[in-house]
């Protein structure tokens, strides 16, 4: 089982949900991947769900906030390591990124963090580890295995996160694209970007969660109330995945690799 107990600078290292309807989002959860959800006091009158698998922290979710803008979707974020949420901070101003909520303590020592755009309008959260270094299992069923940046402009905001994390980057073929973005860590893909599929929508990032076996996890994702974005398609070199909306409207992706 791949345990993590430490991500490098520039590595996507968490992701947590923002529901409008956290109950709903708990139940479809839990159901489909298996989570068991401890519930922590986030201030505000608000709780943080840390979802569990093999004793294991993989995900968080909770309520989104009540001053949140209205209309404002359900959404899952993608969390990047840093070793200095204050310095990443700066260095994402510097290049050309907007704050959207500035370095600021997590409570019980877990760690630090803040929310930026990047220049492409796609929203990212910076991780600076405490006590909580993230994810701390990848790759397998029900946990995360991948998270790609989908934007109108790729070399755009690539060259920001280059500037924010050090991390460098490759564009290849891939599957049936001609151009697909790699973004790496000490040589090693840990995210991806590409060019938005869909006219209109705004730049994001995806969430991959890891199945056993996309069709069945498919099949069970509408059981239990989600929405086929696109369905199971397989991509030649890499795997088999489908996107779906979740019965609280935030998309999602599951995949299953190769090797799996």
């Known amino acids: 089982m791949p345990e993590v107990d430490s991500y490098k600078q520039g590595t996507p290292c968490w992701v947590d949900l923002s529901s409008t309807a956290i109950d709903v989002s708990r139940k479809?959860?839990?159901n489909l991947f298996g989570w068991e959800l401890d519930a922590m006091d986030a201030g505000n009158g608000m709780t943080y769900y840390m979802a569990k698998l093999h004793g294991r922290y993989v995900a968080g979710m909770m309520q989104q906030a009540p001053d949140a803008p209205a209309g404002m979707p359900?959404?899952?974020?993608?969390?990047i390591a840093v070793d200095s949420a204050d310095a990443a901070a700066e260095r994402a101003v510097a290049a050309g990124g907007s704050l959207l909520f500035p370095p600021d303590t997590v409570p019980n020592g877990s760690g630090r963090m803040f929310f930026a755009t990047d220049p492409t309008g796609a929203q990212?959260?910076?991780?600076?580890?405490?006590?909580?270094?993230?994810?701390?299992v990848v790759n397998e069923p029900g946990t995360m295995i991948w998270n790609e940046l989908q934007t109108n402009d790729v070399p755009k905001a690539v060259a920001f996160y280059e500037a924010v994390t050090g991390c460098t980057s490759e564009t290849s073929p891939a599957g049936d694209l001609r151009r697909y973005t790699s973004l790496l860590v000490d040589g090693r893909r840990i995210a991806g970007a590409l060019k938005l599929p869909i006219e209109g929508l705004s730049p994001f990032w995806m969430t991959y969660f890891n199945v056993q076996d996309v069709d069945d996890a498919v099949e069970q994702a509408v059981d239990l109330g989600s929405h086929v974005i696109a369905p199971a398609f397989d991509v030649p070199g890499i795997g088999r995945m489908a996107v779906l909306m979740d019965p609280a409207g935030a998309a999602f992706s599951i995949m299953t690799g190769l090797s799996e």
């Open 28 to 30: 479809f959860y839990s």
């Open 74 to 79: 359900s959404y899952w974020a993608n969390y």
């Open 124 to 136: 990212i959260g910076f991780w600076e580890a405490g006590n909580h270094p993230g994810s701390g």
